[in-house]
């Protein structure tokens, strides 16, 4: 059974950081592309950023994380990471981890992926 499990959210000051991990289980370790995806209440659902499996490993950033986030992963205990630094007030939203069943390749589009965490929410504020 795949599971995608998320954790590190919080609350933070703008220009603050914090790093979510999402713990995932039930397929080989770096064999699937894994992304971040955020939602904030009253906006659909967007893709912040992925990384590709072990066999391709492309790294995907939406334009108002580059330069502050960073996506990263540790195959040996299968977690994927999301650093984010210099945080705004507009990063708030719930993040979702997610992951693609049989591409190689990470995309940011939703649609493509099978597997969901619960979300952590995330919230910059003073």
């Known amino acids: 059974q795949v599971q995608l499990v998320e954790s590190g959210g919080g609350l933070v000051q703008p220009g603050g950081s914090l790093r979510l991990s999402c713990v995932v289980s039930?397929?080989?370790?770096?064999?699937?592309?894994i992304a971040w995806f955020r939602q904030a209440p009253g906006k659909e659902r967007e893709g912040v950023a992925c990384?590709?499996?072990?066999?391709?490993?492309?790294?995907l950033y939406i334009d108002s994380v580059k330069g502050r986030f960073t996506i990263s992963r540790d195959n040996t205990k299968s977690i994927v990471y999301l650093e984010m630094n210099n945080l705004k007030p507009e990063d708030t939203a719930v993040f979702f981890c997610?992951?693609?069943?049989?591409?190689?390749?990470?995309?940011?589009?939703?649609?493509?992926?099978?597997?969901w965490g619960q979300g952590t929410q995330v919230t910059v504020s003073w």
């Open positions: 039930g397929f080989t370790s770096g064999t699937h592309a």
């Open positions: 997610a992951a693609i069943h049989t591409a190689r390749r990470c995309y940011l589009g939703a649609g493509r992926y099978d597997y």
């Open positions: 990384i590709g499996s072990i066999y391709d490993e492309n790294r």
